[in-house]
C-alpha cells in the first residue's frame, strides 16, 4: 500500500443471507484528503463504512487502514481512527464534559473535553446534558466525540441528515476545519451539494457498486452535455432557431418563455446567441451559464434520482 494510501478496499463483498449490499467494491482513500461516498439510501454506504471501520466482516475481499489489515489489527485501527455513526446513543444524565471525559479513558492518546467543545463551538454548553441540545448541536457533540482520541482518520456517516440548512452549512464549517487541522475525513452523504462543497473525490455508488469515481469537476466533466445555458427575453423565442446554434444539443422548455439550451462548449454557444440575438435586434433579458451537478452526473450513470 503507498505510503500516502489511508484506506484501500479491494473487492468488497457484504451479504446479508441472501442479500448482497455490496458487491465487489474498490477504491482508495489518500492521506490529507475528504473523500465522499455519494448515493441513496440503500446503497451501501453505511455497510461500507461499518465493514472499514471493523464493525462488520466482509463476507470477501480485502480492506487495509493505515497500512493495517482490518481483520488482523482491529485494535490498533479503532485507537487511531474517530467513527460518527447514523445514530449515537449517549448517557442521558451526564454533561458534554463528562462523556468526553469518559469516552477518552477508553484511549491511550486523547484530547480534552475543553479542546474538543471549542473545536465545535459548544464551550457554552460544557455543562449540560445532551437533552438540553438543538438538533445541531447534538450533531456538533457527536462531531466532538469523533475526535476524543485526536484521530488521523475521521469517519462520518451521514453526518448532516435531519438538519435544516443553516445547521448543515455549519457542521461544513466545522468539518472544513477538522480538515485543515491535517486529518483524512471519509463521509457519506445523499446531498449532492455537500458532496461538492466538501470533497475532493467522490465515488458515487448505487444498488452495491461504485459506479464513478473522480473529482466533483471531473464526474461534471464527463457529462455528455456538461453546461446549460438559460435564456430569457422580452417576447417568445424562435425554439428551432435556438436548436441550430453552434455547440447547443438539446433545448428544454421552461416558464414564461424562457428556454435552456443544454451545450457542450459554453464559450461558443454563448458567442453564437450573441451574434444571433444581435443580427435580430432581440432583447435578452436573462441569460446565465449553469454547470450541471453531481446530480445530473448520477442520472447520467443510473438512471435513478438521489432519494432523501
Excluded at 462523556?99 to 477518552?104: A, E, R, S, V
Aim: hydrophobic content about 40%.
Amino acid at each position: 500500500m503507498a505510503v500516502d494510501t489511508v484506506i484501500q478496499v479491494r473487492d468488497m463483498v457484504k451479504r446479508f443471507g441472501e442479500v448482497e449490499a455490496v458487491r465487489g467494491v474498490s477504491f482508495e482513500v489518500h492521506g490529507g484528503e475528504v473523500f465522499g461516498i455519494l448515493g441513496p439510501n440503500g446503497a451501501g454506504k453505511t455497510t461500507t463504512l461499518e465493514t472499514i471501520e471493523g464493525l462488520l466482516q466482509p463476507t470477501s475481499g480485502r480492506t487495509e487502514v493505515l497500512g493495517m489489515d482490518v481483520r488482523q489489527h482491529p485494535k490498533e485501527i479503532k485507537e487511531r481512527i474517530g467513527v460518527q455513526l447514523q445514530a449515537s446513543a449517549y448517557f442521558e444524565y451526564l454533561t458534554l464534559t463528562e462523556i468526553l471525559k469518559l469516552f477518552g479513558s477508553f484511549y491511550r492518546r486523547r484530547l480534552s473535553p475543553q479542546q474538543l467543545l471549542e473545536t465545535v463551538d459548544l464551550v457554552d454548553k460544557a455543562n449540560s446534558t445532551l437533552g438540553k441540545l438543538s438538533g445541531g448541536q447534538k450533531q456538533r457533540f457527536t462531531l466532538a466525540a469523533s475526535l476524543v482520541n485526536d484521530p488521523e482518520l475521521v469517519i462520518l456517516d451521514e453526518p448532516t441528515t435531519g438538519l435544516d440548512p443553516q445547521a448543515r452549512r455549519s457542521i461544513w464549517e466545522f468539518i472544513q476545519e477538522i480538515h485543515r487541522q491535517g486529518r483524512t475525513i471519509v463521509l457519506t452523504t445523499h446531498y449532492m451539494e455537500e458532496a461538492q462543497t466538501l470533497c475532493q473525490r467522490v465515488a458515487i455508488m448505487d444498488a452495491g457498486v461504485i459506479v464513478a469515481l473522480d473529482t466533483p469537476a471531473n464526474l461534471v466533466r464527463r457529462l455528455p452535455v456538461p453546461y446549460r445555458i438559460h435564456v430569457g427575453s422580452e417576447g417568445p423565442l424562435p425554439l428551432d432557431e435556438l436548436r441550430g446554434l453552434e455547440a447547443v444539443q438539446e433545448l428544454l422548455e421552461g416558464q414564461d418563455g424562457d428556454c435552456y439550451l443544454l451545450v457542450t462548449d459554453p464559450t461558443a454557444a454563448l458567442t453564437a446567441l450573441l451574434a444571433w440575438a444581435r443580427e435580430r435586434s432581440i432583447h435578452l433579458e436573462h441569460l446565465e451559464v449553469l454547470s450541471a451537478t453531481l446530480e445530473d452526473v448520477f442520472l447520467e450513470l443510473t438512471g435513478n434520482e438521489l432519494r432523501e
